[in-house]
């Protein structure tokens, strides 16, 4: 008898043959597909088959296709690892497991041919390593023991600024007492207070529980919005440590950014000492040097590369900048000074040593 998907329930309690061999599905899927590079596994249902995707390196790749019998087991093992008992009218849901050590958060949304999920691995920040060159982080630390500063790493969507402050909140966490306000949170950090804000209008609320609790360090993701930008810069000129993210082109764009959304340009000048700009870059694989094979899934991928943009802001910029100097001044005039890190020679060398594609090289030169 062919089972509906559209109308899926719990199959436990059921009477099911073969149904310790049908529970191990998922388990030998997780197994199958341990790679450090998969971030998500995609299943999507159809009529008589399941189509099974992974995001591989920022590629979307097909795995295998999943008999619809055998997706309705690998749902009932994800829901009761989730901590679903029963789910008889299914709605859109969420919840999280872990498997082997790495911790899954599933999503399920009905569609017209039954449940669509998607795992995403939530990553510990301790298994991840950002190379950051010695300048860079030299600047950081000079920042991190201070107080009312506002260190901002930007970048495009997908260009690892997150996983960059996460990193270096990880690094510097120790005998501070670090907040962060995530949507969703991205990696485990342990030793840091991680709250969820599931809505954009709860984070200025969240900030000023936040302020009562003696905090050394506030991590905020991405700053989207006018008032909760102001409150964030006020937050730092009243003496906090702030981290925070934007999505910006490049450093200069995110001064630009910042004034557009009306914060003074006397508090910008204050706490700003320091910009960031990144760019995740898909790293050869080093098995077929880029032109696909069985360990890179034919996507000519493994890992990544980040190239960094810095702009440490000096006196004189502050002083331009108070001034009222157009942005385009600004960057015509530090773009050659000892002050800006340029991410170029490193894109260079990166991609003479074979590092990167040709394709990846030019499109990231560009992109700047
Ligand atoms: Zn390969």
Redesign the pocket.
Known sequence: MKRKPSNFYLLYNKDLKNYEVEENILDNFLKKYDNENITDFHFEPHEEKVDVKARYCGDLITLETMGVYEYEVVLNKLLINCGYDIVKDFENIDGSFNFQNVNYRASFVRSSEGISCVLRKLRNINDIKVFMEPLILSNVEKLIDQKSKMLIFSGPTGSGKTTTMQYIVNKFKRKRKVHSIENPIEYINPGIIQIVSKIEEDKADILKYILRQDPDLIVVGEIREENFAKLLFESSITGHLVFSTLHAKNVFLVLQRLKMFGIEVRNLSESLDLILNQRLIPRN?P??QG???Q??YNT?K?GFITVFEGLIISKNLKKDFSQGKSINFISEKYKNSDRYIDPLPVLRKFFNEGLISEDQYSNNLSSF
């Open positions: 694989c098995f077929c032109n696909g094979c360990h890179c000519g493994k």
